[in-house]
């Protein structure tokens, strides 16, 4: 087998305003370190849009609707000061969540070893009935519901490395037995959530907060002493990945002050954990990251990782 991934062009048609930060050119440095001779081997496999059903899953239809009803059919509108929409947001939005699920079937038909859908819009700040944070549906979480609803998973693990917390996902997700989700995260930092006290109703939310600057000692130490021994004693049966790499050095809206090698290192934790309980069974799906060298390259060290666990 090898790792699945997967990207469309949609993701390309959602505009931002200029000097926005997540922009259609974060997509283009991420195909495009994907598209060296390395990376040959990957399976490039068709993404459907999300369908309503899918949507449903972790949002509500007055969201859909109200999505629906703001869209523009030409120029920009803001959802909020963060959160902008163009005529073709929601078709990439869609096309983000349907590539995670899709991902999903693939790993889980053993197609794949594992995935990383290359997509934008991000996800993990889309609350049950709000978009914001440069996001508009929760597709991680919408990716663990179709693992456990569609798929019988008894235990769907999602794991945050982006630099800002994932709110939206905790809000999903709080009240989900069948789940578990670790987050590190600056703290603090939008959008303000993410505290160790937040456990969710069935005590399966992990967060682990860093100070600003707190670099690769603290950053390791929160996943091996704080999260991953709590994912270990969940023994999930997939582990999905929120992988945001704007917690690099060089990214413009926070300073967590990683490197490269800590997003291998990472990625190379979660898949021991995933070979020790899932079958190796890991989908990943891109969030942050915002200083273009930096992504690209993170990208390109969390994919090495996930190929050669794949193989």
Known sequence: MTTALFTHDDGLAHETPPGHPERIDRLHAVRQALGAERF??????????????????????????????????????????DTWMSPGTLHAARRAVGGACRAVDAVLAGTAANAFVAMRPPGHHAEPTRAMGFCYFGTAAIAARHALDRHGLARVAVLDFDVHHGNGTQ???????????????????????????ETGAHDTIVNAPLRAGAGTGAFRRAWDETILPRLDAFAPDLIIVSAGFDAHRADPLASLELGIDDFAWIT????????AHAGGRVVSTLEGGYDLS??????????????????
């Open 268 to 275: 190379s934790r979660i898949c021991d954990l995933a070979d």
């Open 294 to 311: 930096a992504l690209a390259a993170s990208v390109a060290a969390h994919v090495d990782v996930l190929m050669e666990r794949g193989e």
């Open 171 to 197: 809000a999903i997700l709080w009240d989900e037995p069948r789940s578990f989700y670790g987050s590190s995260h600056q703290m603090p930092l939008f959008p303000g959530t993410g505290a160790p006290d």
């Open 40 to 81: 040959a081997p990957l399976l490039r496999d068709e993404m459907p849009r999300a369908t309503d059903a899918d949507l449903l899953l972790c949002h509500p239809q007055a969201h859909l609707d109200a999505l629906a009803a703001a869209a523009p059919e030409t120029g920009l509108v803001p959802l909020d000061p």
